[in-house]
Structures are given as C-alpha cells and as structure tokens.
T-cell receptor, first 112, second 115 residues
Framework: KQEVTQIPAALSVPEGENLVLNCSFT??????LQWFRQDPGKGLTSLLL?????REQTSGRLNASLDKSSGRSTLYIAASQPGDSATYLC???????????FGSGTQLTVLP | GAGVSQSPSNKVTEKGKDVELRCDPI?????LYWYRQSLGQGLEFLIY????????KSGLPSDRFSAERTGGSVSTLTIQRTQQEDSAVYLC?????????????FGSGTRLTVV
C-alpha cells in the first residue's frame, strides 16, 4: 500500500526567504507526482505535475524535483511572499487502480 | 464548464438523514474521483470512476456510502443515515483519462456537517 509522508508538518518563514518542502513515498512504482495548494476552506489548486520519467518541473517561483528511485520529491519556493501562505499537498498516482495517494500536507506561513 | 463544480458548497444535516452530494466534472473528462477530508486529516480516497468501467469502490468506508455516475459525466455521492463522523469536506476531482500524462483538477468541495 502506497504511503506518502510530508515534512515538515508546518513551517513559518519571513517574507523573501527561499524554502523547501519535502515529500516521500514508499512505493517507487508511480505514474506521476502532483503538488497542490489548499487555502483554508477551499479546494485544491494544482501547482506542478511531474511524470515518472521526469526529474523536475518549474512554474514561476516554484520548482519541483522527483527522485523516483529514492521515493522523494521536493517543492522549492523562491522568494516567498505572504500570499504563498497555504497548505501544500503532495500526491502520487500509483497502483493498478491508479489511485491518487496524498500526504498530510505542509502548512506554510510566510510572515510579512 | 471551465472547472469541476460541486454542489452544495455547504450542507448541514441531522444525524440519521440521507444526503446527496453532486459533482460536475470538466466536460470530456473520463476519470472522476471522490475524496473525503476530515478536520485536521489528510485526503481519504473514496471511489474512482473511469469511463464505462466498473468503479473502484475500495475506499468507501461503509455500506451507507454509495456513488453513481450517469452518462459518464455527473456523479452523485450518497450517504445514508448520516453519522457525526461523516462530517468532513467531500472533494471531487476529474482528469481527461487514465493516462499518467494527466493531472487531476479538483472542485471546491462540499462541507458536510452532521448535527
């Protein structure tokens, strides 16, 4: 059974800092990995999708990397802003049923 | 539509009543998921529809939960005889197909409160 872990559970940084969020998964036989953002009381917004054959994806100030063999992914946020404050969720697509398994998230607070 | 639409956005119901939650996926998307997010918890898989194939119901927590997808489009999640532990945000997501090339787009969810 696929399990996804995110570290840290919560992170508070001053505005302007670069930061890294971590995601690990137990079964490396994944199809893809997706990073989402969730604002309080809202649904999930997709940030980046990395295919199993890819090593990284970039969008603006966000960069996600994938090391499938070691079961790890990182989300790098450059020059953080208060508007980046949210919960960041990592999810992997795996298994014959193509089930999307989520981590518990990292709650990020960027202080102005 | 432009995104995944869920209704209602909020639902308060009395314990023991039945509720229906609706999901309108993005037009043309063949894959549809239902997830549940309880307070302070991660996302829990409930059910997966792909085209006309039999759904994967392995995540449904009890036989009080059921879901259907009519015409390969709109999906309804039904909870019978609701219990307080059913209180959660129910999220729906859709994808163009089962290929790993596609990511999933989520709706804003239905917040269910059982009192």
């Amino acid at each position: 059974k696929q399990e996804v872990t995110q570290i840290p559970a919560a992170l508070s940084v001053p505005e302007g800092e670069n930061l890294v969020l971590n995601c690990s998964f137990t079964d490396s036989a994944i199809y893809n990995l997706q990073w989402f953002r969730q604002d309080p009381g809202k649904g999930l917004t997709s940030l980046l999708l990395i295919q199993s054959s890819q090593r990284e994806q970039t969008s603006g100030r966000l960069n996600a990397s994938l090391d499938k063999s070691s079961g790890r992914s990182t989300l790098y946020i450059a020059a953080s802003q208060p508007g980046d404050s949210a919960t960041y969720l990592c999810a992997v697509l795996s298994g014959s049923a193509r089930q999307l398994t989520f981590g518990s998230g990292t709650q990020l607070t960027v202080l102005p | 539509g432009a995104g995944v639409s869920q209704s209602p956005s909020n639902k308060v119901t009395e314990k023991g009543k039945d509720v229906e939650l609706r999901c309108d996926p993005i037009s043309g998307h063949t894959a549809l998921y239902w997830y549940r997010q309880s307070l302070g918890q991660g996302l829990e898989f409930l059910i997966y529809f792909q085209g006309n194939s039999a759904p994967d119901k392995s995540g449904l927590p009890s036989d009080r939960f059921s879901a259907e997808r009519t015409g390969g489009s709109v999906s309804t999640l039904t909870i019978q005889r609701t219990q307080q532990e059913d209180s959660a945000v129910y999220l729906c997501a859709s994808s163009p197909g089962p290929s790993a090339d596609y990511g999933y787009t989520f709706g804003s969810g239905t917040r269910l409160t059982v009192v």
